[in-house]
């Protein structure tokens, strides 16, 4: 049995300091046992670690020289700068996704979905690179590999097979599509070859769809019919799925009726007002979602930075969050919700529920979600794993 109490410390809404005690990973009740370990809190506010669900930690040069982005409008172009970039690093795929997960790990993430591009281009690459990074920081932190064809599943060929070889080898929990009908023009065929491959190998699905207006809805359709024909409820999600956000009222309500009946859930990386889900909503219709970092200082961006308290930030100023209830509802996208998304246990800090947490000075959640305080400690079953922004356990 190993046993810590993190003394004086605040949980959420907590007007006064307590001890958590943490006995085997979870928290527990009643008295320490003797010869625990103590960890002073200094009065901070325990918070629960939260969860990443979109993320593209192949593509990133996080730590890396500067890299020039050159102009890019259409996903081709974009998926052409990716294959750039990951011919003219030096360093390997592995040690820069390993430092970017590493980062976000200090930043209190618990868990990650990483997109990991799969493409004539690269083969298995990414995949080999990102599933090292997961084992090299399997005692902080879990992660969902996607399998993701960034060149399109039908107008790249020999994507498909990969995508095949990724599910067959176990190395993989979800594959992915893009954009099938815009992108790929082959709706039909590529949402039945990635469905093909999930019931054939037991993986999950997730889909990337940037359409909008009615070709969208007409994807969203297209993915529920499939998700019940197959009987994968609860396996499936869409990304960004910018078809959502100007639905209203019974449009709307409509929608998000039949994703929920389905088992279908939807992620957001907050990109804008406009384009951001309108996550409460759907959560009151009974819709799993997700809030993730997308890229971070990739081909497409210079921008990111994987804190995942930050994206809670920017998914609050996007929806245009004023109230307190608002701002904390924000918090709960990425720490519930994303938990829920990735299947993994809800942690509240009550006993039973695992001691997955990390410390900050502040005053309330909702000032923690507008100013952004360091994450001075970062705690995974019970253990440190993160003080002010250096991992403190072996990579």
């Not at 294959?83 to 970017?100: H, I, V």
């Not at 990109?271 to 497409?300: C, K, M």
């Amino acid at each position: 049995m190993t046993a810590t109490v993190f003394r004086n410390v605040r949980p959420p809404g907590a007007e006064r300091a307590v001890d958590l005690t943490v006995v085997d990973g979870v928290f527990a009740d009643g008295p320490a046992p003797e010869g625990a370990e103590v960890v002073d809190g200094g009065g901070r506010i325990a918070l629960p670690t939260l969860v990443d669900a979109h993320i593209h930690p192949d593509k990133t040069t996080w730590g890396e020289p500067w890299v020039s982005r050159r102009p890019a409008s259409s996903i081709a172009e974009y998926a052409e700068a990716d294959a750039e970039l990951f011919r003219s690093q030096t360093t390997p795929l592995k040690d820069r996704a390993l430092r970017l997960m590493s980062h976000a790990v200090t930043q209190g993430t618990r868990a990650m979905r990483a997109h990991v591009d799969v493409a004539p281009a690269y083969g298995m690459a990414g995949v080999e690179g990102v599933v090292a990074a997961r084992e090299a920081l399997k005692d902080a932190l879990d992660v969902q590999v996607v399998a993701f064809p960034q060149h399109g599943v039908v107008r790249k060929p020999g994507t498909a097979d990969l995508l095949e070889e990724a599910a067959r080898s176990g190395a993989v929990d979800i594959v992915g599509g893009i954009d099938p009908s815009s992108f790929d023009e082959a709706l039909d065929e590529q949402l039945d070859l990635v469905f093909g491959i999930a019931d054939r190998h037991g993986v999950g699905v997730d889909i990337h769809l940037h359409d909008r207006g009615e070709p969208g809805l007409e994807v969203v359709r297209a993915i529920v019919d499939r998700t019940r024909a197959l009987s994968l409820q609860g396996k499936v999600s869409i990304s960004h799925v910018f078809c959502v956000p100007g639905l209203q009222g019974a449009e709307l309500d409509k929608l998000g009726d039949e994703l929920a009946d389905a088992g279908v859930s939807v992620t957001t990386v907050a990109p804008s007002e406009s384009l951001v889900l309108p996550t409460r909503r759907l959560r009151e219709l009974g819709v799993g979602v997700g809030l993730g970092s997308d890229g971070v200082r990739d081909s497409w961006s210079p921008f990111g930075n994987a804190d995942m308290l930050h994206r809670v930030h920017l998914l609050a100023e996007a929806q245009g969050a004023r109230l307190d209830e608002e701002l904390a509802d924000s918090f709960r996208v990425a720490a519930d919700d994303g938990a829920r998304l990735l299947g993994l246990p809800h942690v509240d800090l009550s006993p039973g529920t695992p001691a997955d947490f990390f410390l900050v000075r502040g005053e309330c959640l909702p000032q923690v979600v507008v100013d952004l305080p360091a994450r001075d400690v970062v705690v995974r079953a019970g253990r440190v794993v993160a003080r002010n922004g250096e991992l403190s356990c072996p990579e």
